[in-house]
């Protein structure tokens, strides 16, 4: 009888690993178009995060889900307060709000010595495109460009601690927050560079879900320091919320890819009934253990593929398959492609 091959799809936890190199979903939406307006003196660290996340939403989908302008104010070539030069796509004056090529999110990057005076033109643009019903945001001190215009008038915004006084005294109607971010409707405004990224993130979460932010987050967090100072990167295994024993239990899938260990092997190694260990792997994983070990070893074998020389035959015995012909079959179940085809189209 022969075998018919049935479409696999990734659990939750590795689905996130892998979510770039899936078959794309025919959505058939254009990339949400987002603006950066650079101050002079504008933040370098929170301009880069918040560009960061899109570039990195991008990585991690089959399809770009972003595009991204740099205006300079009045010219193309725009300090940055580490005295870096970058260079814009445009100035202002060439902005676009309508058409084919209308931006839908345009956020002011401020920074600490960037200038809280009022600049007619950009505030201009800011109040045509809140009437045009754009998503607007300010990186550091960008929510005083937005006060300027009106914008912010009976709504709550984050900004620099710094310039806090200056918004209370002078915009009375500008409610200003304690919170490092503050995401309304279509307001967005964060306080320097973390929370820029946070506030990118809360958007494309907005825009496209909460797998893609975990996506983001499996690529942008994995060497996220706590307040010890010496927390190991961010993989299951060393998830604290999971229980000792399958965190146990992962560390040793992922040690012993070549020769996977079998479930009674595994239920030994930790003192547990094969029973008990699939209760756990379905409670935190969502997935049984041979098919989460089965994942983890297509997933190694996709970045050896990928990242690496070495030929499919070699691939398939360092992964813990029987042969180059089941390891193809099963990388074909899980990508749509097989190994060779997606060594090809990475190349």
Excluded at 48 to 60: H, K, S, W
Aim: with cysteine; net charge neutral; charged share 20%.
């Amino acid at each position: 009888m022969s075998q018919i091959s049935e479409k696999r799809y990734f659990s939750h936890r590795l689905r996130d690993t892998n979510s770039a190199f899936l078959p794309a979903r025919q959505s058939g939406a254009a990339p949400i178009r987002v603006g950066f307006v650079l101050q002079p003196h504008f933040s370098m660290m929170a301009f880069t995060a918040a560009v960061d996340a899109l570039v990195t939403a991008n990585l991690v989908q089959a399809t770009p889900l972003f595009g991204f302008t740099i205006f300079g104010l009045d010219a193309k070539t725009v300090r940055s307060d580490l005295a870096i030069d970058i260079s814009a796509n445009a100035t202002l004056d060439e902005l676009t709000l309508e058409g084919e090529d209308a931006l839908d999110v345009l956020i002011v990057c401020g920074g600490f010595r960037c200038s809280l005076s009022e600049h007619p033109p950009l505030s201009r643009v800011l109040k045509a495109a809140a009437k045009r019903q754009k998503v607007l945001g300010g990186l550091w001190n960008g929510a005083v460009a937005l006060a300027h215009a009106g914008v912010l008038d009976g709504l709550a915004c984050a900004l620099h601690p710094d310039n806090h006084a200056v918004v209370q005294e002078g915009f009375p109607r500008v409610q200003v927050s304690p919170q490092p971010m503050v995401v309304e409707a279509r307001i967005l405004t964060s306080a320097g560079p973390n929370s820029a990224l946070e506030m990118m993130l809360a958007l494309v979460e907005r825009l496209h879900g909460r797998e893609t932010v975990r996506a983001i987050n499996e690529i942008l967090s994995s060497d996220r320091i706590v307040d010890d100072g010496d927390t190991p990167l961010s993989l299951a295994e060393n998830d604290p919320t999971m229980p000792d024993a399958l965190r146990t239990l992962l560390r040793l899938m992922n040690s012993n890819i070549e020769e996977p260990l079998g479930i009674e092997e595994l239920a030994d190694y930790v003192g547990l009934s094969r029973r008990r260990i699939e209760r756990l792997f379905q409670s935190h994983l969502e997935t049984t253990p041979s098919r989460y070990y089965l994942e983890l070893r297509i997933t190694h074998a996709r970045r050896l593929l990928l990242q690496s020389s070495t030929s499919i035959s070699g691939i398939a015995v360092a992964c813990g398959f029987v042969s180059s012909t089941h390891f193809s079959h099963c990388f074909k179940d899980f990508f749509g492609i097989s190994p060779s085809q997606a060594r090809q189209k990475r190349g």
